[in-house]
């Protein structure tokens, strides 16, 4: 080969790592009563950083779900097939109880344990995470309906992926789904247009269109229809019990800038059956606690993909040198380096924050129930917001070879705005703030509490908390509070992630977040932290374990 052609300076592949190795990550697991699977999770980390588990992820992003309307005799078959790797990447997340598991455990930190391993293994691979996300948020809204739980639930929570069309209750597990958005609605659900019609054995007919439904080929969906008494909420299986196919009509694959691997649908019910989950008229308040779940989810996966972005930015500048001497050497470089992972840090904490209040609440803890409310709220606007910010500037590190989709930066580019949009996009979710403290008994006063947790310890948050409570009085004028109402859950964010950060963290990720995010001492980019930044313990927390 021609000298011209010798490769150098350039990065090894990042494998054989676990995506586990993260102090925040085990810090908030040992503090909140998760630390007896603390071997679980780091043997799922390391899997999920393998070779093997890499290759799924591009292989299942690589090769789309592709859609079969018809078989090759021109009968209606309404089916979507997968990549093998895709059903490798399911079958890993279901039998390590990554979907509905945790409610069937009766350890504390049930919940915090099962957000630590959805945390670890959706930074291979974030688009099969979607159907294991809706699995798990649709436990607690199926128990509005006892009757259906009792004989659902039990196989939502089974470890078994056991893929393929046949009735519900004869298979080994079951994977959930969820359908509401209408073409016409939006995220104004009740506007919603499907119709059901009560067939006179205790089940209902629908007929309409959905515009939105991930994962297609779930066992179950959760979905809005309307009845006489108003908006309902139904569970539709895709096969009946004996044996034939529902009638849900698949129209077409949406064609997504991103989460590829992951089929999302429109269909049509042509008199699908389906029968009732909670009160008939109420269905809002039946699926609210489904969403809520799933925004859970979207915290986690946003705090997922920058920790993934991280991961590979350092990992590139530990191994790339310019202008003589390495990246991560270079103070420019670091302050950026430094400035992602602080970003980082502070989306897990307070992800596993909230994944542990929903352990407590479950335990009957009002508090923890009211913080996690308001909590999930303000952390689905701003967290998840960040998260496009991040693998932007991350992918960036890596100049041009960031920007070849064989660095897998590009997907994860293409990734992150989508959990900004899931579940109520940006107004949905400062509006939504709003309504939690409007209506949420004792959300603010535990919130306060919360953050009031680190009151002495830095003047900065001290300060950034007094900003925040000077804010809440203009919320009594509606119009107002509508305009702020971004403004306001950003803050509400930033001085919950600044506590958590002050009491738990290393001293030098609590001070650079509390000078740049709470201090003003930022530029509008990453990599503008305070020059005095001590950003050697910082790196040091963030940086790969096959870099140590």
């Given at each position: 080969?021609?000298?011209?052609?010798?490769?150098?300076?350039?990065?090894?592949?990042?494998?054989?790592?676990?995506?586990?190795?993260?102090?925040?990550?085990?810090?908030?697991?040992?503090?909140?009563?998760?630390?007896?699977?603390?071997?679980?999770?780091?043997?799922?980390?390391?899997?999920?950083?393998?070779?093997?588990?890499?290759?799924?992820?591009?292989?299942?992003?690589?090769?789309?779900?592709?859609?079969?309307?018809?078989?090759?005799?021109?009968h209606r078959v309404d089916e979507v097939e997968y990549h093998?790797?895709?059903?490798?990447?399911?079958?890993?997340?279901?039998?390590?109880?990554?979907?509905?598991?945790?409610?069937?455990?009766?350890?504390?930190?049930?919940?915090?344990?099962?957000?630590?391993?959805?945390?670890?293994?959706?930074?291979?691979?974030?688009?099969?995470?979607?159907?294991?996300?809706?699995?798990?948020?649709?436990?607690?809204?199926?128990?509005?309906?006892?009757?259906?739980?009792?004989?659902?639930?039990?196989?939502?929570?089974?470890?078994?992926?056991?893929?393929?069309?046949?009735?519900?209750?004869?298979?080994?597990?079951?994977?959930?789904?969820?359908?509401?958005?209408?073409?016409?609605?939006?995220?104004?659900?009740?506007?919603?247009?499907?119709?059901?019609?009560?067939?006179?054995?205790?089940?209902?007919?629908?007929?309409?269109?959905?515009?939105?439904?991930?994962?297609?080929?779930?066992?179950?969906?959760?979905?809005?229809?309307?009845?006489?008494?108003?908006?309902?909420?139904?569970?539709?299986?895709?096969?009946?019990?004996?044996?034939?196919?529902?009638?849900?009509?698949?129209?077409?694959?949406?064609?997504?800038?991103?989460?590829?691997?992951?089929?999302?649908?429109?269909?049509?019910?042509?008199?699908?059956?389906?029968?009732?989950?909670?009160?008939?008229?109420?269905?809002?308040?039946?699926?609210?606690?489904?969403?809520?779940?799933?925004?859970?989810?979207?915290?986690?996966?946003?705090?997922?993909?920058?920790?993934?972005?991280?991961?590979?930015?350092?990992?590139?500048?530990?191994?790339?040198?310019?202008?003589?001497?390495?990246?991560?050497?270079?103070?420019?470089?670091?302050?950026?380096?430094?400035?992602?992972?602080?970003e980082s840090e502070a989306a897990t904490t307070l992800a596993?924050?909230?994944?542990?209040?929903?352990?407590?609440?479950?335990?009957?803890?009002?508090?923890?129930?009211?913080?996690?409310?308001?909590?999930?709220?303000?952390?689905?606007?701003?967290?998840?917001?960040?998260?496009?910010?991040?693998?932007?500037?991350?992918?960036?590190?890596?100049?041009?070879?960031?920007?070849?989709?064989?660095?897998?930066?590009?997907?994860?580019?293409?990734?992150?705005?989508?959990?900004?949009?899931?579940?109520?996009?940006?107004?949905?979710?400062?509006?939504?703030?709003?309504?939690?403290?409007?209506?949420?008994?004792?959300?603010?006063?535990?919130?306060?509490?919360?953050?009031?947790?680190?009151?002495?310890?830095?003047?900065?948050?001290?300060?950034?908390?007094?900003?925040?409570?000077?804010?809440?009085?203009?919320?009594?004028?509606?119009?107002?509070?509508?305009?702020?109402?971004?403004?306001?859950?950003?803050?509400?964010?930033?001085?919950?992630?600044?506590?958590?950060?002050?009491?738990?963290?290393?001293?030098?990720?609590?001070?650079?977040?509390?000078?740049?995010?709470?201090?003003?001492?930022?530029?509008?980019?990453?990599?503008?932290?305070?020059?005095?930044?001590?950003?050697?313990?910082?790196?040091?927390?963030?940086?790969?374990?096959?870099?140590?």
């Amino acid at each position: 080969m021609s000298a011209t052609h010798e490769v150098f300076n350039q990065v090894p592949p990042l494998v054989g790592f676990s995506t586990a190795d993260d102090p925040a990550l085990m810090e908030s697991l040992r503090r909140d009563g998760g630390g007896w699977a603390e071997r679980e999770v780091r043997e799922l980390g390391a899997r999920a950083g393998s070779a093997e588990v890499q290759e799924w992820a591009r292989l299942a992003e690589e090769h789309p779900p592709v859609l079969h309307t018809h078989d090759r005799y021109g009968h209606r078959v309404d089916e979507v097939e997968y990549h093998p790797a895709y059903h490798q990447l399911m079958g890993a997340a279901v039998a390590s109880g990554q979907h509905a598991a945790a409610w069937s455990e009766s350890r504390p930190g049930a919940h915090l344990v099962r957000a630590a391993k959805f945390y670890a293994f959706a930074q291979a691979e974030p688009g099969h995470g979607c159907p294991i996300s809706m699995t798990y948020a649709a436990v607690p809204a199926l128990r509005a309906e006892p009757e259906l739980a009792a004989r659902y639930e039990p196989l939502l929570a089974a470890r078994a992926y056991d893929f393929g069309l046949r009735p519900p209750l004869g298979k080994q597990g079951l994977i959930a789904g969820m359908s509401m958005t209408e073409k016409q609605g939006g995220s104004d659900v009740r506007a919603n247009t499907t119709r059901a019609v009560p067939t006179g054995d205790g089940g209902y007919v629908l007929t309409g269109h959905k515009w939105f439904t991930s994962a297609p080929m779930s066992d179950v969906f959760l979905t809005l229809a309307q009845t006489e008494e108003g908006l309902t909420c139904f569970l539709v299986p895709r096969v009946l019990p004996d044996g034939s196919r529902n009638p849900l009509r698949l129209m077409r694959l949406k064609n997504k800038l991103g989460n590829r691997s992951n089929a999302s649908a429109e269909i049509e019910y042509e008199s699908a059956v389906a029968w009732r989950v909670g009160e008939p008229g109420r269905g809002v308040r039946t699926i609210v606690e489904m969403v809520n779940v799933t925004r859970l989810d979207c915290v986690i996966g946003s705090a997922a993909g920058m920790r993934a972005g991280l991961r590979q930015a350092l990992h590139h500048a530990e191994h790339r040198r310019a202008f003589g001497a390495e990246l991560v050497d270079q103070p420019l470089m670091r302050n950026v380096l430094a400035d992602l992972a602080v970003e980082s840090e502070a989306a897990t904490t307070l992800a596993m924050r909230l994944a542990a209040a929903l352990d407590r609440a479950e335990a009957g803890d009002e508090g923890e129930a009211a913080l996690r409310r308001l909590g999930l709220a303000v952390s689905k606007y701003w967290v998840c917001k960040r998260g496009s910010a991040h693998a932007a500037e991350a992918l960036e590190c890596l100049g041009g070879n960031g920007y070849v989709e064989e660095s897998g930066m590009p997907r994860l580019y293409r990734e992150a705005p989508l959990l900004s949009i899931w579940e109520g996009s940006g107004n949905v979710a400062a509006l939504d703030v709003l309504r939690a403290l409007g209506r949420e008994s004792g959300a603010l006063e535990a919130f306060l509490a919360e953050v009031g947790a680190a009151a002495g310890a830095d003047a900065r948050l001290d300060a950034a908390v007094d900003r925040l409570r000077g804010l809440l009085p203009q919320l009594a004028d509606p119009q107002r509070a509508q305009l702020l109402a971004r403004r306001l859950a950003e803050q509400m964010t930033l001085v919950l992630q600044g506590s958590l950060l002050v009491r738990y963290s290393h001293p030098a990720v609590a001070d650079a977040f509390c000078a740049s995010r709470l201090d003003g001492d930022w530029g509008h980019a990453f990599g503008t932290l305070p020059p005095g930044t001590d950003t050697e313990p910082i790196l040091e927390r963030a940086r790969p374990k096959a870099e140590r």
